[in-house]
Nanobody
Framework: LMAAAGVWGGLVQAGGSLRLSCAAS????????IGWFRQTPGKEREGVSC????????YYEDFVKGRFTISSDNARNTVYLQMNSLKPEDTAVYYC????????????????????WGKGTLVTVSS
């Protein structure tokens, strides 16, 4: 798994937008739930959003509902996280992760249930 914050990196002003991508090489997206998680220094890693391509289920934590959208492109084997209306408190290292599960995305979207992790990508939202 490889997460990236676009061509220009992960620095954006408050109110701006950024799209993260997670290239899931070696995995077949239909077999996995892919999730985005984030972490700031001194805090526990937290879930942001998950998607399960095979049943189309998506899940969002309350603090990103209406602002972030998760999607998958099976042809490119890539999952995206479109982040709009970014706030300074969204500043964190973002990770994508994957797990093979029979459960829908809502039930499995916890960092401790993920099996495969990509390296994080830093997102900085300036005020």
């Amino acid at each position: 798994l490889m997460a990236a914050a676009g061509v220009w990196g992960g620095l954006v002003q408050a109110g701006g937008s950024l799209r993260l991508s997670c290239a899931a090489s070696g995995l077949i997206l239909d077999d996995y739930t892919i999730g985005w998680f984030r972490q700031t220094p001194g805090k526990e890693r937290e879930g942001v959003s998950c998607i399960k391509s095979s049943d189309g289920s998506t899940y969002y934590e309350d603090f990103v509902k209406g602002r972030f959208t998760i999607s998958s492109d099976n042809a490119r084997n890539t999952v995206y996280l479109q982040m709009n209306s970014l706030k300074p408190e969204d500043t964190a290292v973002y990770y994508c992760a994957a797990v093979k599960s029979e459960y829908n995305s809502r039930s499995i979207c916890y960092y401790y249930l993920m099996k495969y992790w990509g390296k994080g990508t830093l997102v900085t939202v300036s005020s």
